[in-house]
């Protein structure tokens, strides 16, 4: 893609490191425009930012709207708040694999994934088996450049409470300078890093960030 008029699908813009992504792209002079498919409406910020409202369960097949240089994916749920394994998987594995499908059938060449650490399409744990059968699907996918950033406890501010994850925080805040790197928190803004300067950089093949990287 261009250096200076890079078209970025971002899916997940009302989360936790989705808005810090969608900060950054807007604050970046590499960017001549954001797509951020929502399910409610942004508040409108940016003359670059397109925010249509969809149904995810019935994405549109538009040129307009998947025509861009790169995707990037920090969609996710968690099994509480999705009800159900069918529904964690529909949020956290089908509407991510959709998107990057209909992206790349529009000529997009580059998707940057939120993942998670331990992600492994043979994990006897299934939020961790969803998270590595996605990976293993969008590499199938042929993706000219493939980032997968696995974070480990993403830190920061979330608009939904997540009283597990904030007391998980609290615990590895308090430890973390004697945990090993990749076990210590992931800050949101950190996970927004990479996603986006790999996202733009497009360098090819498959690249892995693992939670070491983000600590």
Same mark, same amino acid.
Request: hydrophobic share 50%; aromatic share 4%; charged share 20%.
């Given at each position: 893609?261009?250096?200076?008029?890079?078209?970025?699908?971002?899916?997940?813009?009302?989360?936790?490191?989705?808005?810090?992504?969608?900060?950054?792209? !807007?604050?970046?002079?590499?960017?001549?425009?954001?797509?951020?498919?929502?399910?409610? $409406?942004?508040?409108?910020?940016?003359? /670059?930012?397109?925010?249509?409202?969809?149904?995810?369960?019935?994405? $549109?097949?538009?040129?307009?709207?998947?025509?861009?240089?790169? *995707?990037?994916?920090?969609?996710?749920?968690?099994?509480?708040?999705?009800?159900? /394994?069918?529904?964690?998987?529909? *949020?956290?594995?089908?509407?991510?694999?959709?998107? %990057?499908?209909?992206?790349?059938?529009?000529?997009?060449?580059?998707?940057?994934?939120?993942?998670?650490?331990?992600?492994?399409?043979?994990?006897?744990?299934?939020?961790?088996?969803?998270?590595?059968? @996605?990976?293993?699907?969008?590499?199938?996918?042929?993706?000219?450049? !493939?980032? @997968?950033?696995?974070?480990?406890?993403?830190?920061?501010?979330?608009?939904?409470?997540? $009283?597990?994850?904030?007391?998980?925080?609290?615990?590895?805040?308090?430890?973390?300078?004697? !945990? $090993?790197?990749?076990? /210590?928190?992931?800050?949101?803004?950190?996970?927004?890093?990479?996603?986006?300067?790999?996202?733009?950089?497009?360098?090819?093949?498959?690249?892995?960030?693992?939670?070491? %990287?983000?600590?």
């Amino acid at each position: 893609m261009s250096a200076d008029d890079a078209t970025v699908l971002l899916v997940g813009a009302t989360g936790l490191v989705g808005g810090h992504v969608l900060d950054r792209l !807007l604050g970046s002079p590499c960017v001549a425009r954001v797509v951020a498919p929502v399910r409610r $409406p942004l508040p409108h910020r940016d003359t /670059r930012l397109h925010a249509p409202v969809v149904d995810f369960d019935a994405l $549109p097949d538009d040129a307009a709207l998947w025509g861009v240089d790169a *995707v990037i994916c920090t969609l996710g749920t968690t099994l509480r708040v999705a009800g159900s /394994r069918d529904a964690f998987r529909r *949020v956290d594995h089908d509407y991510p694999l959709t998107i %990057a499908a209909l992206a790349r059938r529009h000529g997009a060449r580059a998707f940057a994934l939120t993942s998670a650490m331990g992600a492994d399409a043979a994990s006897r744990f299934f939020y961790n088996r969803v998270k590595g059968e @996605l990976e293993d699907a969008l590499q199938a996918q042929g993706w000219p450049s !493939l980032t @997968l950033v696995r974070p480990g406890l993403i830190g920061g501010d979330r608009v939904q409470a997540r $009283p597990a994850e904030r007391a998980a925080a609290v615990a590895l805040g308090a430890l973390g300078p004697m !945990l $090993p790197r990749r076990w /210590r928190i992931s800050p949101a803004s950190r996970i927004a890093d990479a996603l986006v300067d790999r996202a733009l950089a497009a360098a090819p093949g498959c690249r892995i960030v693992d939670a070491a %990287a983000l600590a």
